[in-house]
């Protein structure tokens, strides 16, 4: 098992609800056959590596002031009593995703005077040939990290509601009672308001609604020195993994800090990721008539009959997300003779997929 990079972790600190983003094309390039280049052109073959985003929910939970009034003053049994910080999987993303293979280097030899071409994407492995429409990959939504709200000690109003005698008595329990004081007045004017009994009732809806919020605002900072505060954000991370050609079972893939989120297997402040894979099917040359495996067409281009693996992520005993991909490691290599590509009444055309280099169309360039 090889993990081959992490991402930098986001920690978007404005939004209340999670946005999506869609994973990029490749970019592209052309290539074409000519005399220059002896009409041979020159290219990698993709491995398949799995980029995996974990989205993690953190949950931060601060005692109040006066948590040990909270029964006595507001009749609140449920007030926090204890800093707490938890973490929990939001959701897993697994995406395949192709990087050209050092060792797996070809070059296709076509006919003299021939114009066939080939699209490579910016890795350097082929995506098509005698088309430049690529073959449709979907889209996959990934997360974006989102920071968390202010807690109703944090808000502008908070600062109207906490008044002088509040913070300069010396005494707990006198602060505690000022403040109970303070949120049942609170409660007694916006009931006045919404009644029509106030002596200074706003002139209109609008400033009403205005004037509700704002006492509201008020009452919940004042309540939280006596509940307490929960904040909730998220973070993403994502990392990149490369399976090898053997099944793997419950290894550690990375571990979940309820303090960083996603952290390197040998972090031990986080619990344990585990990551599996089971080898489903491996590839396989095609067979002759005689059923004996067929032989490379000289000069050929290479392409992969990939294997299948299922890749699953485990966390606290619970299974959090499993993918079945196709992987080019697990396959083997063959070949197209490049006279496809070239035959003057009837030129073929080829769409091959970006993360295995396995065959996706192969078909007349007029169709």
Excluded at 224 to 240: D, I, N, P, R
Aim: hydrophobic residues 40%.
């Amino acid at each position: 098992m090889k993990i081959l990079a992490k991402s930098a972790k986001i920690a978007a600190l404005a939004a209340l609800t999670v946005t999506a983003t869609s994973v990029q094309a490749q970019s592209v390039q052309k290539l074409s056959a000519s005399k220059a280049n002896d009409y041979g052109l020159i290219y990698s073959l993709p491995r398949t590596v799995v980029d995996i985003t974990i989205e993690a929910e953190h949950t931060e939970k601060t005692p109040g002031e006066f948590y040990n009034y909270a029964k006595l003053k507001l009749g609140k049994s449920d007030a926090i009593t204890r800093k707490d910080k938890s973490v929990a999987i939001k959701s897993v993303t697994i995406v395949p995703r192709g990087v050209a293979d050092a060792d797996n280097r070809w070059t296709v030899k076509f006919k003299a005077g021939s114009t066939p071409y080939i699209i490579l994407a910016d890795n350097n492995c082929p995506v098509a040939v005698n088309t430049e429409q690529t073959a449709e990959t979907a889209t996959v939504e990934l997360p974006e990290a989102v920071e968390a709200a202010p807690t109703p000690l944090e808000t502008a109003a908070a600062g109207q509601a906490i008044t002088q005698e509040m913070t300069l008595s010396s005494s707990l329990s006198k602060r505690a009672d000022l403040v109970a004081q303070r949120i049942f007045e609170l409660r007694e004017t916006r009931s006045d308001l919404i009644s029509g009994q106030a002596e200074n009732t706003p002139p209109d809806g609008k400033s009403l609604q205005l004037a509700l919020d704002n006492l509201s605002a008020q009452e919940a900072a004042l309540t939280a020195m006596f509940e307490g505060t929960t904040k909730k954000y998220t973070t993403v991370s994502t990392v990149t993994f490369e399976p090898d050609s053997e099944s793997i079972n419950d290894e550690i893939f990375v571990r979940l800090s309820p303090v960083d989120g996603i952290v390197d297997a040998n972090d031990l402040s986080g619990a344990p990721i585990y990551i599996s894979v089971d080898i489903l099917e491996q590839g396989e040359l095609p067979l002759g008539e005689k059923g004996e495996p067929r032989t490379f067409p000289k000069g050929g281009l290479a392409y992969t009959i990939p294997g299948r693996a299922l890749i699953t992520l485990t966390y606290e005993g619970q299974t959090i997300a499993r993918e079945e991909i196709s992987l080019a490691q697990l396959g083997v290599t063959f070949g197209l003779d490049p006279g496809l590509f070239t035959d003057k009444k009837q030129p073929s055309k080829l769409q091959l997929d970006p993360a295995t280099g396995a065959i996706v169309l192969l078909g007349p360039v007029d169709e």
